[in-house]
């Protein structure tokens, strides 16, 4: 019984890989293990917990393959023409939490496009297709935008060091949240930071270091003073306006549909100007969408959607959902990630935009299990 599920689950990949390569994307493929240094240097040591770590004692420290779009953008930022549309079919591992009936190990099914020309035109691509093909499935479908977050976080009126702070962990809500109340002054200062804070304000941040002793760890004696200094220039700076904090708020909360999301995105970049290029940016999608056939009056808009995702997507960002099947996670997902193309790149960068499905929720649905 099992064996015959995973043939129908390995054949429903099947099919949707096809529909891909129809669609003129060439087939890649990426080896199980990939090296454990990309990973981190891009996620950090948190992606330990969700990852299957190894060591090979030619290859050194290995992660089996947590997704794909790693693999591809290093394969195509070496060796890629442009534009390049691309779809792969295998098998991806990932840890999960205690008492999850998830999965750790399934396929993933993908379609990548790198294309300079028209970014706007190419979101639309990718969720036109995943939008026809799901269709049969009538799944639900969400959307948002990174890239506003992300503008609306450089345009306010504060230290470059809080905003850097505040995009570092965007992809992390409870902790952009701590943060942006204490830059919003509406949380206090950390006991041990205002300890540190009242010792530095009676000398100086480089005596303090100095008089700690030996020094101990990765961090050199100048990096440890350049991080109090920039302690002292938070503490002393003023809070983000409540202004600037309530259109962040707004923009956290809006749930709506794509157009009056839009309109309302509209509103509040007269207040943030640095907004603008954002809002158009999202304009001219929907103007493509609707140029492939998608209702965007009816296409849900959210401006919090991404923010647990993978924490490369960096601009338009979708997935699609069974509203009658709760039991279920995400049954397609993707989005723009121009930022891990240049750091991948080493420097070079090219617009791209991609997505997923997992087939056997496809199976799940299709089959009514």
Same mark, same amino acid.
């Given at each position: 019984?099992?064996?015959?599920?995973?043939?129908?689950?390995?054949?429903?990949?099947?099919?949707?890989?096809? /529909?891909?390569?129809?669609? %003129?994307?060439?087939?890649?493929?990426?080896?199980?293990?990939?090296?454990?240094?990309?990973?981190?240097?891009? /996620?950090?040591?948190?992606?330990?917990?969700?990852?299957?770590?190894?060591?090979?004692?030619?290859?050194?420290?290995?992660?089996?393959?947590?997704?794909?779009?790693?693999?591809?953008?290093?394969?195509?930022?070496?060796?890629?023409?442009?534009?390049?549309?691309?779809?792969?079919?295998?098998?991806?591992?990932?840890?999960?939490?205690?008492?999850?009936?998830? +999965?750790?190990?399934?396929?993933?099914?993908?379609?990548?496009?790198?294309?300079?020309?028209?970014?706007?035109?190419?979101?639309?691509?990718?969720?036109?297709?995943?939008?026809?093909?799901?269709?049969?499935?009538?799944?639900?479908?969400?959307?948002?935008?990174?890239?506003?977050?992300?503008?609306?976080?450089?345009?306010?009126?504060?230290?470059?060091?809080?905003?850097?702070?505040?995009?570092?962990?965007?992809?992390?809500?409870?902790?952009?949240?701590?943060?942006?109340?204490?830059?919003? %002054?509406? +949380?206090?200062? *950390?006991?041990?930071?205002?300890?540190?804070?009242?010792?530095?304000?009676?000398?100086?941040?480089?005596?303090?270091?100095? +008089?700690?002793?030996?020094?101990?760890?990765?961090?050199?004696?100048?990096?440890?003073?350049?991080?109090?200094? +920039?302690?002292?220039?938070?503490?002393?700076?003023?809070?983000?306006?409540?202004?600037?904090?309530?259109?962040?708020?707004?923009?956290?909360?809006?749930?709506?549909?794509?157009?009056?999301? &839009?309109?309302?995105?509209?509103? &509040?970049?007269?207040?943030?100007?640095?907004?603008?290029?954002?809002?158009?940016?999202?304009?001219?999608? &929907?103007?493509?969408?609707?140029?492939? %056939?998608?209702?965007?009056?009816?296409?849900?808009?959210?401006?919090?959607?991404?923010?647990?995702?993978?924490?490369? /997507?960096?601009?338009?960002?979708?997935?699609?959902?069974?509203?009658?099947?709760?039991?279920? *996670?995400?049954?397609?997902?993707?989005?723009?990630?121009?930022?891990?193309?240049?750091?991948?790149?080493?420097?070079?960068?090219?617009?791209?935009?991609? %997505?997923?499905?997992?087939?056997?929720?496809?199976?799940?649905?299709?089959?009514?299990?």
């Amino acid at each position: 019984m099992l064996n015959d599920r995973r043939a129908r689950i390995r054949a429903e990949a099947d099919r949707l890989s096809a /529909y891909f390569l129809a669609q %003129g994307a060439l087939p890649v493929e990426a080896a199980a293990l990939q090296p454990a240094e990309t990973l981190l240097d891009l /996620y950090g040591e948190d992606i330990r917990a969700r990852a299957y770590v190894t060591f090979d004692p030619v290859l050194g420290e290995q992660m089996m393959r947590p997704d794909f779009t790693v693999p591809v953008v290093q394969m195509h930022m070496n060796e890629g023409a442009e534009p390049a549309r691309y779809t792969y079919n295998g098998t991806v591992w990932r840890k999960q939490k205690p008492g999850s009936k998830r +999965s750790s190990e399934y396929l993933q099914v993908g379609f990548e496009l790198f294309d300079r020309s028209n970014p706007a035109r190419s979101d639309a691509e990718v969720f036109a297709l995943f939008a026809d093909l799901l269709a049969p499935l009538k799944l639900r479908a969400a959307t948002g935008d990174m890239g506003i977050l992300m503008a609306a976080v450089t345009g306010l009126s504060t230290l470059p060091s809080r905003k850097a702070a505040l995009k570092r962990h965007i992809w992390h809500p409870t902790r952009f949240r701590q943060l942006l109340d204490r830059f919003g %002054g509406t +949380s206090p200062i *950390p006991a041990s930071r205002a300890k540190l804070l009242a010792e530095v304000a009676e000398t100086s941040a480089a005596k303090l270091v100095k +008089s700690a002793g030996r020094h101990v760890g990765l961090r050199s004696p100048q990096d440890i003073t350049d991080r109090v200094q +920039s302690l002292v220039e938070d503490a002393i700076e003023a809070p983000i306006s409540t202004g600037e904090t309530a259109i962040l708020e707004e923009i956290l909360n809006l749930k709506d549909k794509s157009t009056r999301a &839009l309109a309302h995105l509209r509103t &509040l970049a007269k207040d943030l100007p640095n907004l603008v290029r954002a809002v158009d940016l999202m304009d001219a999608r &929907l103007n493509a969408l609707s140029a492939r %056939g998608i209702n965007v009056d009816h296409l849900d808009f959210e401006g919090s959607y991404g923010r647990t995702s993978l924490e490369y /997507y960096d601009g338009f960002v979708f997935g699609f959902y069974a509203e009658n099947r709760p039991d279920l *996670p995400v049954i397609a997902s993707g989005g723009r990630y121009d930022a891990l193309t240049e750091v991948l790149g080493h420097g070079r960068s090219i617009p791209a935009v991609g %997505g997923v499905i997992r087939p056997e929720y496809v199976l799940a649905i299709a089959e009514g299990m």
